[in-house]
């Protein structure tokens, strides 16, 4: 079974940093991409940002400029570091991962795994 496990989060006054990290575990043969989205109450989920392996990281219009994702391959950790919060980053963040896997019969499947959420609160 593969988990994202999420760490980080918190209550912030705005203009303020926070950093979010998100670890997989568990069986698979390798990590596509990894990113990180958020929802606020009573809206949609969105993409805050993205990063492939080995590629350009991808951003939400929103959070470029203070927003910065990172990932450690060896480590199977993505990270979000958020600066210059606004109370509009409050949200839940959730991690994504798309995981190669090998099932049964020897196939290779990708895997959208999510994390369980972590709750990012900026106060204004």
């Known amino acids: 079974q593969v988990q994202l496990v999420e760490s980080g989060g918190g209550l912030v006054q705005a203009g303020g940093s926070l950093g979010l990290s998100c670890a997989a575990s568990?069986?698979?043969?390798?990590?596509?991409?990894m990113g990180w989205y958020r929802q606020a109450p009573g809206k949609q989920r969105e993409l805050v940002a993205t990063?492939?392996?080995?590629?350009?990281?991808n951003y939400a219009d929103s959070v470029k400029g203070r927003f910065t994702i990172s990932r450690d391959e060896a480590k199977n950790t993505v990270y979000l570091q958020m600066n210059s919060l606004k109370p509009e980053d409050t949200a839940v963040y959730y991690c994504?991962?798309?995981?190669?896997?090998?099932?049964?019969?020897?196939?290779?499947?990708?895997?959208?795994?999510w994390g369980q959420g972590t709750l990012v609160t900026v106060s204004s």
């Open positions: 994504n991962a798309n995981i190669i896997i090998r099932d049964s019969s020897g196939a290779y499947r990708n895997l959208a795994v």
């Open positions: 568990g069986s698979f043969v390798s990590i596509a991409t």
């Open positions: 990063i492939p392996t080995g590629g350009r990281t």
